[in-house]
């Protein structure tokens, strides 16, 4: 028995964001057996930009019941069902954390069929439910409401069953069950019993020596494409070597990135060690010129011990960040390095810049907001507890910066403040500070939300 589901959402993050509706359809393999539907009380407000594009309002969710009030009803709905989803990582990631919060572990065998879609029907332009629904005629009544997306999607999934004369359906189960190893040195169950949490993974050979290092938002996941995805190198060597699989949970991603660093550089292993490369190959420094303006530069990152404002994995990424902070802050595209030129940019032309390019805005007045940048995206002079999710529904990660130094990182019960309130700070494990870690957590929290930020 199969449950294809579909919910909507006030976001795109399972660990801050709220379900607002649910469509559960089951489905013999043959044809839709039952259905169910509600909308949600999420317990929080609605994005704007989110009702727009579902069209489920604060008011319309008013009065519903609330995650609690239907999850007994969801786990006997899909008890002993393979749960099925277009993109079932976001659904089921979604419905997984909010049984968490109740303290309950919600755990299915999963099916997406945008992953059984390219290999039943390859060849098309786009695999997202709209497009390709549109292709092949199969009717939306109620796009990005969770009935509409599910009713297609069961009918999605009754074509490729039908188109399935090659069994994939049953490899593409297995794959995602126990992705699909070649390698019998592995065992399957270890595979299929892997978190599907935030943490670090650690891989090894046949003798238990350590060989790789990873981190995910989602372990079992992760492990699992490494050996059904397309084969590349990496793959290809972890396939032959690889015997047995280790991981250790860290509740936030942000940790999940500092631990994998420190144990990348403390193991050194094989794999690791081959194909490693920074993973932030650009980066934003700052200068002051012979004018006194201050300056922004983007450039290569190095190996020197220098401290850039923020560093970014891609050319594209930096020169989008740039554009953005160039309108925000209403600064000189050329002060900032992204249109030289002997004379005035050319935001000068149209307005948009007040001349600091020609001399026209003194120093003193365009530095004021070029300080602003400096201030909101380098952490270096300040201290600071960065608290996130923990590893289960009663506690809270949290980072230390000291001095604008990386102290380390550890976890707490919220519950017990009043009683400690020091908790935050004592309950620090120590991990050394270098260039990577600075970067790992500029970067975080310049493109992710935490769920504070305290300055101490």
């Keep these: 028995m199969y449950a294809i589901i579909d919910i909507e959402t006030t976001g795109g993050n399972p660990q801050r964001d709220k379900i607002t509706e649910i469509a559960v359809i089951l489905h013999d393999g043959k044809c839709i057996t039952r259905e169910f539907t509600t909308l949600i009380d999420p317990e929080c407000r609605i994005p704007y930009h989110i009702s727009a594009l579902t069209g489920i309002t604060n008011e319309m969710v008013a009065g519903s019941p609330k995650f609690f009030e239907i999850a007994r009803e969801l786990v006997e709905l899909t008890h002993d069902c393979i749960f099925v989803a277009h993109n079932s990582a976001f659904d089921y990631g979604f419905i997984r954390s909010e049984f968490q919060r109740l303290g309950y572990e919600y755990k299915r065998e999963q099916l997406c069929t945008v992953r059984l ?48 004369t090659l069994n994939n359906t049953r490899f593409i189960y297995n794959a995602t069950q126990y992705g699909g190893l070649s390698n019998l040195a592995v065992n399957p169950e270890k595979i299929r019993a892997l978190p599907e949490e935030p943490g670090v993974y650690y891989m090894y050979d046949r003798e238990g020596q350590l060989v790789y290092i990873g981190k995910s938002r989602n372990i079992k996941t992760r492990v699992i494409s490494h050996f059904s995805g397309k084969e590349t190198s990496k793959s290809l060597k972890m396939k ?71 560093c970014f994995t891609a050319r594209a990424e930096a020169r989008g960040f740039l554009q953005q902070v160039i309108e925000k802050y209403n600064l000189c595209q050329k002060l900032c390095g992204l249109y030289p030129s002997e004379g005035h940019c050319f935001h000068y032309e149209i307005g948009a810049c007040k001349g600091a390019c020609i001399g026209k805005e003194p120093a003193e007045f365009y530095n004021l907001r070029a300080k602003k940048v400096i201030d909101n995206y ?40 009043h009683e400690n309130p020091s908790a935050m700070h004592e309950c620090i494990v120590r991990y050394p500070d270098n260039r990577e870690v600075q970067q790992i957590i500029r970067h975080y929290l310049r493109n992710n939300k935490v769920e504070k930020v305290m300055v101490y």
């Design 117 to 164: 879609s390219r290999k039943i029907i390859p060849g098309h332009r786009s695999y997202s439910l709209g497009k390709l629904c549109s292709e092949l005629g199969i009717p939306i009544n109620g796009r990005h409401r969770a009935m509409g997306d599910a009713t297609a999607t069961a009918l999605l999934f009754s074509k490729l069953l039908e188109t399935d």
């Design 240 to 310: 032959a070597q690889v015997a047995d699989i280790g991981c250790e949970t860290t509740g936030s991603e942000l940790l999940a990135l500092l631990k994998e660093s420190f144990e990348i550089k403390k193991h050194q292993p094989l794999i690791n060690r081959r194909q490693r490369r920074s993973l932030f190959r650009y980066e934003l420094n700052t200068y002051v010129d012979e004018k006194e303006y201050i300056c922004f530069s983007l450039e290569k990152t190095t190996q020197c011990n220098s401290s850039p404002l923020a």
């Design 378 to 417: 380098n952490f270096g002079i300040q201290n600071m507890l960065i608290v996130d999710t923990g590893r289960n529904p009663e506690e809270k990660s949290v980072v230390k910066i000291e001095n604008g130094k990386f102290m380390g990182y550890g976890y707490f019960t919220p519950a017990f403040l």
